[in-house]
């Protein structure tokens, strides 16, 4: 069964600070994916990747940059955290050439900007 | 730019019943369309995925349609059980004019069997 593991469930940082949300996932996987959930909005994509240090900016990629140094591994970062940045954070990976691959996802970050 | 509707936002049942929630998308170039199933507070669990080429799928009690021509797809729930309340999402897979996967969510409806 395809694992996607998010380093956090629940995290609160300060305005301004530099936030790292991370995945994991352990299917070998060349995409994967975050996305931020916010009531009456639906996911909204913020960055993907599909290789090793590759990236694409998503829908809303404003306020957020990625990292992908390993393929297992894909890191948002907030480098300076606003209060309009507090939202339920999802990662998610599939298989590339996915017409027959379903997106799998992590449980979920829950962010408070304070 | 594909965008994915689900009407209605919340939908209650009572158990026992068969269901069917709705899915429209504007972009016929669709090349899957996946259901997911989220319980509150988690992530979201995939459910059915349908390629463009295919009609329908089944897992169980749960049975998804794709009518690219309509813009519709559809979930179709037999004999609901209150286990089966959760929110249900249905994302478009297009290709980007980058030649990259995307996929669009709609916004969900959360659906509440009755005991």
């Not at chain 1, 995409?31 to 909204?44: E, I, T, V």
């Not at chain 1, 591994?73 to 309009?84: K, P, Q, W």
């Not at chain 2, 009690?61 to 690219?68: G, Q, T, V, W």
Request: proline share 3%.
């Amino acid at each position: 069964d395809v694992k996607v593991t998010q380093s956090s469930r629940y995290l609160v940082k300060r305005t301004g600070e530099k936030v790292f949300l991370e995945c994991v996932q352990d299917m070998d996987h060349e995409n994967m994916f975050w996305y931020r959930q916010d009531p009456g909005l639906g996911l909204r994509l913020i960055y993907f990747s599909y290789d090793v240090k590759m990236k694409e900016k998503g829908d809303i990629p404003e306020g957020y940059s990625v990292s992908r140094e390993k393929k297992e591994r894909f890191s948002l970062i907030l480098e300076s955290a606003s209060t309009n940045q507090t939202s339920m954070y999802l990662c998610a990976s599939s298989l590339r050439g996915w017409e027959n691959s379903p997106l799998h996802f992590g449980n979920g970050t829950r962010l408070t900007v304070t | 730019k594909q965008e994915v509707t689900q009407i209605p936002a919340a939908l209650s049942v009572p158990e026992g019943e068969n269901l069917v929630l709705n899915c429209s998308f504007t972009d016929s170039a669709i090349y899957n369309l996946q259901w997911f199933r989220q319980d509150p507070g988690k992530g979201l669990t995939s459910l059915l995925l349908i390629q463009s080429s295919q009609r329908e799928q089944t897992s169980g009690r749960l049975n998804a349609s794709l009518d690219k021509s309509s813009g519709r797809s559809t979930l179709y729930i037999a004999a609901s059980q209150p286990g089966d309340s959760a929110t249900y999402l249905c994302a478009g897979g297009v290709i980007s004019n980058f030649g990259n996967e995307k996929l669009t969510f709609g916004t969900g409806t959360r659906l509440t069997i009755i005991p």
